[in-house]
């Protein structure tokens, strides 16, 4: 029989590498997550997670960092990727190619230029650990943020903000009735790209705050640091929970605008 290569075989390296280093290592953090030191069947870990006052807090510190992490970025992201977007304000492509850079830079290079600059103006660790671990993040997530925003508002229908300027509606009507509703995908994508990045992230928190912030992704470390592979893999079976549920929102979102359209 003569055998005839198939455009599906393409896809045996991709089955091969999913595998390899995203299914196998998920079913090692279940495995862990679910099991004692001896390897039986246990919810210790579980149990232990739940009914510790310090990981919860390192949970509740996570989120809000998050949350406001994210906030910020949108809220300086928002108008700079319309500056970006609109032919008619920017026509200097390097503007756009200034946002994107710090993408390529090494992020642990970045965190460690950000933590000098923080350092010259005394906002260390020491003084300032959670200012300091919530500029780092902004910093580092801001171009994460202004991407999504900025390739979804090429995309904008000019001629409905113009027709709704005509009709008499004010710049601010404009904004929240025409620009933001077709804006959404790129908010979706956004808030997706950081917000659950930032909680699981360690680097940041633990050279800028000098170790006094602690969060999901640093606790989760410590655990693996010091063998304590059950605890550790509960924590990360729990973020990776948190990332399953972000991405079935963001899904849905896209779904119902499929469906529905921005209106």
């Given amino acids: 029989m003569k055998f005839r290569f198939q455009r599906k075989?393409?896809?045996?390296?991709?089955?091969i590498f999913l595998s390899l280093f995203v299914i196998v290592p998920i079913l090692?953090?279940?495995?862990?997550?679910?099991?004692?030191?001896?390897?039986?069947l246990s919810v210790a870990a579980?149990?232990?997670?739940?009914?510790?006052?310090?990981k919860l807090q390192v949970i509740l510190v996570s989120f809000f960092i998050s949350v406001q992490t994210t906030l910020i970025c949108l809220l300086i992201g928002y108008p700079l990727a319309y500056f970006l977007a609109n032919t008619k304000i920017n026509k200097n492509?390097?503007?756009?190619?200034?946002?994107i850079m710090?993408?390529?830079i090494n992020?642990?290079?970045r965190t460690t230029a950000t933590r000098s600059i923080l350092f010259a103006v005394n906002l260390t660790g020491g003084n300032t650990p959670y200012l300091a671990t919530l500029i780092g993040m902004v910093y580092n997530y801001l171009p994460f943020v202004i991407l999504p925003l900025y390739t979804t508002m090429l995309k904008l229908d000019h001629s409905q903000v113009e027709a709704a300027a005509?009709?008499?509606?004010?710049?601010?009507?404009?904004?929240?009735?025409?620009?933001i509703p077709q804006s959404i995908p790129g908010i979706i994508s956004a808030v997706t790209m950081t917000l659950v990045p930032v909680m699981s992230s360690y680097v940041?928190?633990?050279?800028?705050?000098?170790?006094?912030?602690?969060?999901?992704?640093?606790?989760?470390?410590?655990?693996?640091?010091?063998?304590?592979?059950?605890?550790?893999?509960?924590?990360?079976?729990?973020?990776?929970?948190?990332?399953?549920?972000?991405?079935?929102?963001?899904?849905?979102?896209?779904?119902?605008?499929?469906r529905g359209g921005l209106w």
């Fill in 204 to 258: 940041i928190s633990d050279a800028l705050s000098e170790g006094n912030v602690t969060l999901i992704g640093n606790s989760i470390y410590l655990n693996f640091a010091n063998y304590q592979w059950n605890s550790g893999s509960f924590m990360a079976f729990v973020l990776l929970i948190l990332v399953v549920f972000s991405m079935f929102m963001t899904r849905g979102q896209n779904k119902a605008e499929t």
């Fill in 93 to 99: 492509v390097m503007l756009i190619m200034l946002f």
């Fill in 102 to 104: 710090p993408m390529w």
């Fill in 166 to 179: 005509d009709l008499g509606a004010s710049p601010i009507q404009v904004f929240i009735k025409n620009i």
């Fill in 107 to 109: 992020f642990v290079l």
């Fill in 46 to 54: 579980a149990a232990k997670f739940f009914s510790d006052t310090t």
């Fill in 9 to 15: 075989y393409f896809s045996i390296p991709y089955i």
């Fill in 28 to 40: 090692l953090i279940v495995y862990y997550a679910f099991s004692d030191a001896t390897g039986a």
